[in-house]
């Protein structure tokens, strides 16, 4: 069985200051795996990397989008993808061809991995960014870690891929009150992480949320809130495309017109295609915007 949609579901504890978020990524995953070329190890990454954005940003309480950057000095160089509050995602890595892809981050001997969390508002200003280091057996295990000790957030992170799809769970004791209310939601958190810990992958891939929630806690009064769709959606549009060029330099995309005739910019995430020909490298290089080219946006 498939998951009916692709969704983000939020839910927290009636009696405690616990709450969560479940993740459930296929359609979207499939898009955001577009490429068929990446290899096995590196499909897994983007998938673990994806589900955690979407599980964050399930987290926020603004408008805004949440991105998930991790870099190692291995094989795998960058695996990059975002969630916005409104559900749209989009994801990409990038591999040394020849180089071995670490498994988890016990491959990476030499330390050099690290997570950057980035949340930003709508606007595009940046308000928050983590860095977390690559640790433990799994990228979950990283964020647990990151998030108990540095942000006194006791965290619990599980993820899910099969190929095909990808899903999550997060958990996450929020500040509250202190004294006693601070011990009850402590105790709830603590028992709600060990039932949330015998939760397998196939039911997290394979189970509604309400399945899920009714299976693990059962015993206590969870709440869960109206589903959020999820959707893959690209932000890049071909004044962005121009932007790149206009970085590259005029050099280089005049030697590319000279070549082909045409200077084209791929979107890494959608692969969308942005074409530009003599005419637009000029404008673009002289700095005025030409109404020929416009009309032809
Ligand atoms: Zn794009």
Not at 16 to 36: E, F, K, M, P, S
Not at 104 to 127: I, N, Q, Y
Not at 179 to 198: F, L
């Amino acid at each position: 069985m498939e998951p009916a949609q692709d969704h983000l579901f939020r839910f927290y504890f009636e009696e405690a200051n616990v709450r969560g978020v479940i993740v459930q990524l296929r359609h979207t995953w499939q898009q955001i795996a577009h490429r068929d070329d990446y290899p096995e190890h590196v499909r897994r990454w983007l998938a673990q990397v994806a589900t955690a954005s979407a599980l964050f940003a399930g987290d926020i309480k603004f408008e805004g989008s949440v991105s998930v950057h991790l870099k190692t000095g291995s094989g795998l160089r960058l695996v990059f993808a975002e969630c916005s509050s409104e559900g749209r995602m989009r994801g990409v890595a990038r591999w040394h061809a020849d180089a071995v892809i670490p498994a988890s981050p016990a491959d990476l001997t030499d330390a050099s991995g690290v997570l950057a969390l980035t949340v930003m508002r709508e606007t595009g200003e940046p308000k928050w960014q983590g860095l977390v280091p690559l640790e433990g057996n799994s990228l979950a295990e990283s964020f647990e870690a990151y998030f108990s000790r540095s942000e006194q957030l006791p965290t619990s992170i599980h993820l899910a891929f099969d190929g095909q799809s990808c899903a999550g769970l997060l958990l996450q004791e929020v500040p509250g009150e202190g004294g006693i209310a601070r011990e009850r939601d402590a105790a709830m958190y603590e028992y709600a992480r060990a039932v949330a810990a015998t939760v397998t992958e196939r039911e997290l891939l394979d189970l509604t949320p309400e399945e899920v929630l009714h299976r693990l806690f059962h015993e206590e009064t969870v709440r869960l809130n109206e589903a959020q769709g999820v959707r893959f959606e690209c932000r890049c549009s071909r004044d962005r495309a121009e932007h790149i060029l206009r970085s590259i330099g005029e050099d280089e995309a005049r030697a590319a017109l000279d070549e082909l005739g045409m200077v084209t910019v791929t979107c890494e995430f959608c692969n969308g295609t942005y074409a530009f020909d003599a005419i637009d490298v000029s404008r673009m290089f002289i700095g005025s915007a030409s109404p020929i080219s416009n009309a032809r946006n």
